[in-house]
Structure formats: structure tokens, C-alpha cells
């Protein structure tokens, strides 16, 4: 495969840095860069390479408003949920707050009451949300919604697990590579509680990809509590 | 007492902004926001629009400056590439490019062993490339221009800025790991 080529890796590396590489073949670059550590790397060099090219810009303070939408964005209304930088740390979220807000009230039909106690998203190596998963309270069954699908190449899947302190772990399921929602029901056998584990996702190959945790771990993150 | 370096005083600062404290963070923005703004405005060129880049850039470094590896990569560059990323998809989506969608390079600063370069390698290994190369790399780093945009920017084939971006390239880390 072309991809494979290390000189031919490098130097679309050096365009994706430079800026030059775009359309089509800046998110088929992108799509291989979030599985390949190699290739991060390589992206890595030459952010830094290039980098001492901006020495010779000319520094330029930006006018203090830009700092008092910062600060206050970061700084204020700490009690309201959806607004609060912590909260969206905490679920390991880069996304535009909007956005999400507005992927996660898409997702949840104004029927289904009482709303979900838990909920996190699961990001890619970029930190877009790919899926969100919401648990009911006293339910075991969790909702997962894809926002955003994955594109996995064939024979690879994303599977989701809880992992508890102690390391044991449940494989949950499959997660689905198309748009939509989906519900999963827990098994009744697990012995630890599924609101206390963290929400792990690996990318798998095997047949028995749920039941044996084997892959990289692609996403690894607590609930949030709403 | 040793003074702290200026890069010891950033690395300090993300490890701090990540514990979510404010000053740090704030002091983090005083000390590099002319730097990041400037590289912003170059490739946005509309100061509100460079404006908005920084704020969505900074909002980006408070939420992930906990993904900041220390010895990976120096902080100015992980920075820097946060603003570039922001800059080049806000400077895509102005040019209704609907491919470039906002994928950040943000958490792609891989544990890897780059060498810093210092601008005065870059400089002398810039000399070293033919001036269509030079122009190239430097249009499309400072301003963000695609291989369309170059070619009709310098009145060549696109075929010939492919070849002098990648040439260009390949000569610029080969002089700058000699």
C-alpha cells in the first residue's frame, strides 16, 4: 500500500504539517493518523521542524477582549452543567460545547423520562465525541448514539468495556460504525457494580473480540454524573 | 537559585493549567498569546476572525493542556500547532473546502524523540532550497495556501508546486539533519 512507503509517509507528514495537503487527501491522511502512532510521530517531527519558521513573526498582542471571553467562558457559572469547562474536561471533550449539547438533546427523545443519570462520550484520537453512551438510572441497559461514524476498515471494530478498579472488566458491545442508536443490556451476571467502572474503548480484530480485551485501547474515561 | 528557563516556566504552567487553575493559565495566555495571535492573524489575515481563532484556541488548551507530555514536545510547539490547526480550518471553512472538516492535531503530539531545530538551522537549510521550493513552503506554512491556491498564486501547474513542495521538503530535513 502506497501509505506504507516511508518516504512517501514522510513527506505527506511534512504537507499535512505545512498545510498543504487538503480535500480529499487531507482526511484520508487524517483517518490513517488516528491509528497510526508511527505516523503521529512523524507529524510530530515536523511540527517541530517547521516550527522556528514562525521566529520570524513579528509577536502581536491580541486586544484584551479576547483574554475576557476566555476568562469568561473558563470562569463563570460554575453551577450550570452545561457551561462548565471542568465538566466537559471530565468527559474528555474537545468538541464545541454546542455541538455536543446539541448531538445529546438529538439524542435523548423527550419521552424518555427520567433522563440519564450517566453519560459519557467516547472520543477518537482527536477527541471528536464518536459515541455517546447514557445509562438509566436502575436500568441496565445503556443507549449508545453514534454522532460521528468511525470508518473502520474492514475486520476492525471499536468495542466498548467497563473496567473497574481491580482491573476485571465486562465487555459491553460492538460499537455500531453507522449513524443511529442503539441499546445494549448488561449481563445479569456482573458482579461489580457497572455505574463505578470506567468506560474503555479498544479496537479489536478477533472473533471473540468482547469477551477477550486484547486491542489498543483507543478510549479510556469515567461517567459523569448528570 | 537558578532562574527558570522560559520553557521550563511554560511546561510549568500547562502542568498547573491542567490542575484547572486559573492564574496559571492566565499567565500562560500573557506569555505566549502575542506569539500564537501573530501566527493566527498570518494565516487568517482578518484580525476578528485571528481573534476568534485565539479564543477557540485557548479554550482548547484549558480543556487538554492535561494531554500536554512533557519531553515530547516542547510547549511552544504543541501551541503552536493547536492555533495552526484551528487557523487552517476556520481559513477551509472560508473557503467552503467542505473536505477540511475540524479535525485537530491538537492530541497528536506523539511520545517520539524530535530534535528541536533552532530558527537558525531553518533559515540556513531555507537558502538551501530553489526559490520556487522556498516560496512554497513558505506560503503555504505563513498563509495556509492549498496546492491550487499556490499554483495559482506563483502562475504554475499544480504538477510543478507538487514537486517543489516535496522536493523542497525532502531538502529541507535533509540539511536539517546533516
Known sequence: ?226 | MVAETQLEILIRLLAATAEGDKNAFSRLYRLTSPKLYAVALRILRIEGTAQDCLQEAFLSVWRQAGSYQRGKAAPMTWLVTIVRNRALDMLRRQHHDLLAEDVELDMLIAPDTAVPFDRMAIDTCMQTLKAGQRECIALAYYEGLTHPELANRLDRPVGTIKTWIRRGLEQLRRCLQA
Open chain 1, 1 to 226: 500500500m502506497r501509505y506504507q512507503d516511508a518516504r512517501v509517509r514522510e513527506l505527506l507528514a511534512g504537507e499535512y504539517v505545512l498545510g498543504s495537503l487538503h480535500g480529499q487527501a487531507r482526511r484520508r491522511f487524517e483517518t490513517l493518523l488516528c491509528r497510526d502512532p508511527d505516523l503521529q510521530a512523524l507529524v510530530n517531527q515536523w511540527a517541530q521542524t517547521l516550527e522556528p519558521l514562525n521566529e520570524h513573526l513579528e509577536p502581536v498582542a491580541p486586544p484584551p477582549g479576547v483574554w475576557s471571553q476566555i476568562e469568561q467562558q473558563i470562569g463563570t457559572a460554575p453551577e450550570r452543567l452545561w457551561s462548565n469547562v471542568v465538566f466537559w474536561r471530565r468527559l474528555g471533550v474537545i468538541a464545541v460545547a454546542a455541538s455536543v449539547v446539541l448531538a445529546f438533546l438529538i439524542g435523548i427523545p423527550p419521552y424518555q423520562t427520567p433522563a440519564p443519570e450517566r453519560i459519557a462520550f467516547v472520543t477518537d484520537a482527536t477527541d471528536k465525541p464518536v459515541w455517546l453512551v447514557s445509562a438509566t438510572p436502575q436500568s441496565r441497559t445503556l443507549r449508545i448514539k453514534t454522532l460521528r461514524p468511525m470508518n473502520m476498515p474492514a475486520g476492525e471494530f471499536c468495542v466498548l468495556w467497563l473496567v473497574w478498579k481491580d482491573g476485571s472488566n465486562q465487555g459491553v458491545t460492538v460499537l455500531p460504525d453507522n449513524m443511529g442508536v442503539m441499546s445494549v443490556k448488561l449481563p445479569k451476571a456482573m458482579k461489580q457494580d457497572p455505574n463505578k467502572a470506567e468506560l474503555v474503548v479498544t479496537v479489536e480484530t478477533g472473533d471473540d473480540a468482547v469477551t477477550n480485551m486484547q486491542g489498543k485501547v483507543m478510549f479510556k474515561g469515567p461517567w459523569s454524573e448528570l
